[in-house]
């Protein structure tokens, strides 16, 4: 006792001095990043001041300009370069020489690059905010929520977990491989490509970014020509961090341009990450095909929002206005399609109509709106055809908020949020995605009604169920057919970022978000070595050695020893357990086997008498042998 006293107390003095030193923060380093040209301070050059009007249509490569302008107030931004095929496979193979030294690099020194970021983006939110406000047209709560609550949680999710879901996981080895180890290893793939889409310019260029680098991946992201001035902003951020951790210079590449840079970055990479429309996603997935490289698709939705009669009608509508106007409805996972009980249709429309009836969109800087503008130019019209279809097949508005004073050139960017009653599904809103303030609202009268209505769609991304009944609201998210669901609740499932995210049917498929997107970044390599090495190792017995006609046994012979072989595995897995000794060891019968080779059933009980041996050599068996059992 006297030898060991001391060593417990040094031993419980080291645990104490872990603990205390895990509390201390770790040393992060702040960065300065050039802000100077994005600040809206009224002193613009004359260059940047004037009111840009688009051309309408799909901006093609030729142009070689992507032009910037703010949707609220019309203002031009900047442009920049519509990068070339061969531009663009330049920048690959710069971020793939830089991946090579990435991929050595330690767990500690990428959690070191995430708290830089993590530091930076608390410290600059407001600004983040403004410039993703300034390109997208969102109001400054709505960036606040979507761009900078979801990529803090994402990063705080890979600093706490990230490392522990990328070491090697260990799996069972089968009866079978007693003696070997299983495990499964996750490795870099090496570039990934991302091509996001506008909504969310900030978050949807580190969503990706965060989870291939901390797998020691590189990536090259494709942001959308909607918002390219906010995203090569964003690219300083990144680079000033990876610069502070002493990361290779090209490990993250951001570029710009159209349709012929994004597919040249399809063909250049090991992986796609997609953003965007199902179109585009099917012409990036016949693209991958021809390097036959993985792909995720997060291809938007029309997700059902699911009112039953149970719920507190007040509490609930303030929930539905949140979900349908969110970033002026311009949200993959928005509500889309409302489904409310009939006896509460009446006032939940009543309700909800009073709420949009005192929202105001206007340009989101001026401080005093509700709601931004529409980001994409012609987008309106498009919104305006699919409440007009509508009307035509016998749908009503009872309720349109306001549009402030904006002025004529900007009346085109800017909707109304709108509530619709009498809806049904021979309605295009009520079929193809809006991407807009718009709330349809339907009534049923069944739960069984309420799940075919909400999964009689092409989508299939996310839902929302609200009942007084947890249960029956949770009852009923398990019959529809989406990869996300929010029980009494609003898109809370992306907020929890050790989720995956993401859909099915025409809203794609594959995960990004929680382990799975994680993994999603990695080789995911089988390996398997032997337990006990170098004690025990596989030796191939002489009857099954080739060729067989030098000792070995004939093919017609061996198929025979099949049986044998899992009558033994049987009895090894009986006689493990403590119930059945005895009977386990009088399974082992091995049929006569009519062959020239008599070595045949000696070896494959010596085998069977070894393996019994080596399962439980003392345990089960009174007198903690094979041959004291079989004496009894």
């Not at 030898?3 to 300065?32: D, G, H, K, Q, T």
């Not at 001035?229 to 690219?235: D, V």
């Not at 341009?257 to 040249?264: L, M, P, Y």
């Not at 409302?338 to 401080?367: E, M, T, W």
């Given at each position: 006792m006297?030898?060991?006293?001391?060593?417990l107390?040094?031993?419980?003095?080291?645990?104490?001095?872990?603990f205390?030193?895990?509390?201390?923060?770790?040393?992060?380093?702040s960065?300065?990043v050039?802000?100077?040209?994005?600040?809206?301070?009224?002193?613009?050059?004359?260059?940047?001041?004037f009111?840009?009007?688009?051309?309408?249509?799909?901006?093609?490569?030729?142009?070689?300009?992507?032009?910037c302008y703010?949707?609220?107030?019309?203002?031009?931004?900047?442009?920049?370069?519509?990068?070339?095929?061969?531009?663009?496979?330049e920048?690959?193979?710069q971020?793939?020489?830089?991946?090579?030294?990435?991929?050595?690099?330690?767990?500690?020194?990428?959690?070191q690059?995430?708290?830089?970021?993590?530091?930076?983006i608390?410290?600059?939110q407001?600004?983040?905010?403004?410039?993703?406000?300034?390109?997208?047209g969102?109001?400054?709560?709505?960036?606040?929520?979507?761009?900078?609550m979801?990529?803090?949680?994402?990063?705080?999710?890979?600093?706490?977990?990230?490392e522990r879901?990328?070491?090697?996981e260990y799996?069972?080895?089968?009866?079978?491989?007693?003696?070997?180890?299983?495990?499964?290893?996750?490795?870099?793939?090496?570039?990934i490509?991302?091509?996001?889409?506008?909504n969310?310019?900030?978050?949807?260029?580190?969503?990706?970014?965060?989870?291939?680098?901390?797998?020691?991946?590189?990536?090259?992201?494709?942001v959308?020509?909607?918002?390219s001035?906010?995203?090569?902003?964003?690219?300083?951020?990144?680079?000033?961090?990876?610069?502070?951790?002493?990361?290779?210079?090209?490990?993250?590449?951001v570029i710009t341009?159209?349709?012929?840079?994004?597919?040249?970055?399809?063909s250049?990479?090991?992986?796609v990450?997609?953003?965007?429309?199902?179109?585009?996603?099917?012409?990036?997935?016949?693209?991958?095909?021809?390097?036959?490289?993985p792909?995720?698709?997060?291809l938007g939705?029309?997700?059902?929002f699911?009112?039953?009669?149970?719920?507190?009608?007040e509490?609930?509508?303030?929930?539905?206005?949140?979900?349908?106007?969110?970033?002026?409805?311009?949200n993959c996972?928005?509500?889309?399609?409302?489904?409310?009980h009939?006896?509460?249709?009446?006032?939940f429309?009543?309700?909800?109509?009073?709420?949009?009836?005192?929202?105001?969109?206007?340009?989101?800087?001026?401080?005093?709106?509700?709601m931004?503008?529409?980001?994409?130019?012609?987008?309106?019209?498009?919104?305006?055809?699919?409440v007009?279809?509508?009307?035509?097949?016998?749908?009503?508005?009872?309720?349109?908020?306001?549009?402030?004073n904006?002025?004529a050139?900007?009346?085109?960017?800017?909707?109304p949020?709108?509530?619709?009653?009498?809806?049904n599904h021979?309605?295009?809103?009520?079929?193809?995605?809006?991407?807009?303030?718009i709330?349809?609202?339907?009534?049923?009268?069944?739960?069984?009604e309420?799940?075919?209505l909400?999964?009689?769609s092409?989508?299939?991304?996310?839902?929302?169920?609200?009942?007084?009944?947890?249960?029956?609201a949770k009852?009923?998210?398990s019959?529809?057919?989406?990869?996300?669901?929010?029980?009494?609740?609003?898109?809370?499932?992306?907020?929890?970022?050790?989720?995956?995210?993401?859909?099915?049917?025409?809203?794609?498929?594959?995960?990004f978000?929680?382990?799975?997107?994680?993994?999603?970044?990695?080789l995911?390599?089988?390996v398997?070595?032997?337990?006990?090495?170098p004690?025990?190792?596989?030796?191939?017995?002489?009857?099954?050695?080739?060729?067989?006609h030098?000792?070995?046994?004939?093919?017609?012979?061996?198929?025979q020893t099949?049986?044998?072989?899992?009558?033994?595995?049987?009895?090894?897995?009986h006689?493990t357990?403590p119930?059945?000794?005895?009977?386990?060891?009088?399974?082992?019968?091995?049929?006569?086997?009519?062959?020239?080779?008599?070595?045949?059933?000696?070896?494959?009980s010596?085998?069977a008498?070894?393996?019994?041996?080596?399962?439980?050599?003392?345990?089960?068996?009174?007198?903690?042998?094979?041959?004291?059992?079989?004496?009894k």
């Amino acid at each position: 006792m006297a030898f060991w006293w001391p060593l417990l107390v040094l031993a419980f003095a080291y645990a104490i001095c872990r603990f205390l030193f895990m509390l201390i923060p770790p040393n992060v380093p702040s960065i300065e990043v050039d802000a100077s040209d994005v600040l809206d301070d009224g002193n613009q050059t004359q260059e940047n001041s004037f009111i840009y009007i688009p051309p309408r249509g799909r901006t093609q490569q030729a142009d070689r300009k992507v032009k910037c302008y703010e949707p609220a107030t019309m203002k031009y931004l900047g442009f920049f370069p519509a990068l070339t095929p061969a531009e663009v496979k330049e920048r690959v193979l710069q971020a793939r020489e830089a991946q090579k030294i990435w991929a050595k690099s330690s767990f500690k020194q990428r959690r070191q690059f995430l708290r830089i970021l993590l530091n930076y983006i608390i410290k600059h939110q407001q600004l983040i905010c403004e410039v993703s406000s300034r390109e997208t047209g969102k109001t400054m709560v709505d960036a606040s929520l979507g761009e900078i609550m979801t990529t803090c949680e994402k990063i705080t999710w890979l600093l706490s977990e990230g490392e522990r879901w990328l070491k090697p996981e260990y799996r069972s080895s089968g009866r079978s491989m007693l003696h070997k180890k299983s495990k499964v290893e996750f490795h870099p793939l090496g570039v990934i490509g991302a091509i996001v889409s506008w909504n969310y310019p900030f978050h949807n260029i580190f969503n990706p970014m965060l989870a291939a680098v901390f797998s020691g991946n590189s990536i090259v992201i494709k942001v959308s020509e909607h918002a390219s001035w906010s995203g090569c902003f964003y690219y300083r951020i990144i680079q000033s961090a990876l610069a502070a951790v002493g990361a290779p210079e090209n490990l993250v590449e951001v570029i710009t341009g159209f349709a012929e840079t994004g597919e040249a970055l399809v063909s250049s990479v090991d992986k796609v990450i997609f953003v965007g429309s199902p179109g585009v996603g099917k012409m990036i997935m016949r693209n991958a095909a021809d390097t036959l490289i993985p792909v995720t698709l997060e291809l938007g939705g029309k997700d059902p929002f699911i009112v039953c009669e149970d719920v507190d009608v007040e509490h609930v509508a303030h929930i539905a206005v949140r979900a349908a106007l969110q970033s002026s409805g311009q949200n993959c996972a928005g509500a889309e399609r409302f489904y409310v009980h009939k006896d509460i249709y009446s006032s939940f429309v009543n309700r909800v109509a009073k709420i949009v009836k005192s929202v105001s969109a206007g340009p989101p800087l001026a401080g005093k709106y509700d709601m931004g503008a529409i980001c994409l130019q012609e987008h309106s019209e498009k919104l305006e055809d699919l409440v007009n279809d509508a009307l035509e097949k016998g749908a009503e508005i009872v309720a349109r908020g306001s549009v402030g004073n904006i002025g004529a050139d900007a009346v085109d960017q800017f909707f109304p949020p709108t509530v619709i009653v009498n809806v049904n599904h021979t309605m295009k809103l009520m079929q193809e995605e809006a991407f807009g303030p718009i709330m349809p609202i339907m009534k049923f009268s069944t739960d069984e009604e309420a799940v075919r209505l909400a999964n009689n769609s092409e989508y299939g991304l996310g839902c929302a169920v609200f009942s007084g009944s947890k249960s029956r609201a949770k009852e009923i998210a398990s019959q529809i057919h989406c990869g996300v669901a929010a029980i009494n609740d609003f898109a809370s499932t992306y907020m929890c970022q050790s989720l995956p995210f993401g859909g099915v049917k025409h809203s794609g498929f594959g995960r990004f978000a929680g382990v799975e997107g994680l993994r999603a970044c990695c080789l995911v390599k089988s390996v398997v070595e032997d337990r006990w090495w170098p004690f025990i190792k596989t030796v191939i017995p002489k009857p099954i050695q080739v060729p067989f006609h030098m000792g070995g046994l004939p093919a017609r012979v061996l198929i025979q020893t099949i049986p044998v072989w899992q009558d033994m595995m049987d009895s090894i897995s009986h006689f493990t357990s403590p119930r059945r000794p005895l009977i386990a060891l009088q399974t082992i019968r091995l049929p006569p086997l009519k062959s020239k080779h008599g070595l045949l059933r000696k070896e494959a009980s010596c085998t069977a008498k070894r393996a019994v041996s080596l399962a439980s050599p003392n345990k089960g068996v009174p007198g903690g042998s094979l041959r004291q059992a079989k004496r009894k």
